[in-house]
């Protein structure tokens, strides 16, 4: 059965930082993308990052790019999310997920397996 658990999420002040984890488990998804999208209240979920099988390739969302940092670690079968200088904008449910392929991926319905989700709340 494949799982996707993220962790690292929190509260923390705006200007802070927060690294999220995720590992995934019953496969292994070293030859497929992983991606980070996350939910504000009351808004739609977004794309955040997205980082290619082999971690040679990132793309980032405009509104995190120069601020947070995907990576990679196939040999745990994990992806992260450091995040730093958080906005209270920044505060939103974050979910890890793996896609249909190796490429940079920003559409949801590229993404066969997802997390559960972690919140991330930055005060002001």
């Known amino acids: 059965q494949v799982q996707l658990v993220e962790s690292g999420g929190g509260l923390v002040q705006a200007g802070g930082s927060l690294r999220l984890s995720c590992a995934a488990s019953?496969?292994?998804?070293?030859?497929?993308?992983m991606g980070w999208f996350r939910q504000a209240p009351g808004k739609e979920r977004e794309f955040v990052a997205v980082?290619?099988?082999?971690?040679?390739?990132?793309y980032y969302a405009d509104s995190v790019k120069g601020r947070f940092t995907i990576s990679r670690d196939n040999a745990k079968n994990t992806s992260y999310l450091q995040m730093n200088s958080l906005k209270p904008e920044d505060t939103a449910v974050y979910y890890c997920?793996?896609?249909?392929?190796?490429?940079?991926?920003?559409?949801?319905?590229?993404?066969?397996?997802w997390g559960q989700g972690t919140q991330v709340t930055v005060s002001s």
């Open positions: 997920a793996v896609a249909h392929g190796r490429s940079l991926y920003r559409g949801e319905n590229q993404y066969a397996f």
């Open positions: 019953g496969r292994t998804f070293s030859s497929y993308a």
């Open positions: 980082i290619s099988w082999s971690g040679g390739g990132t």
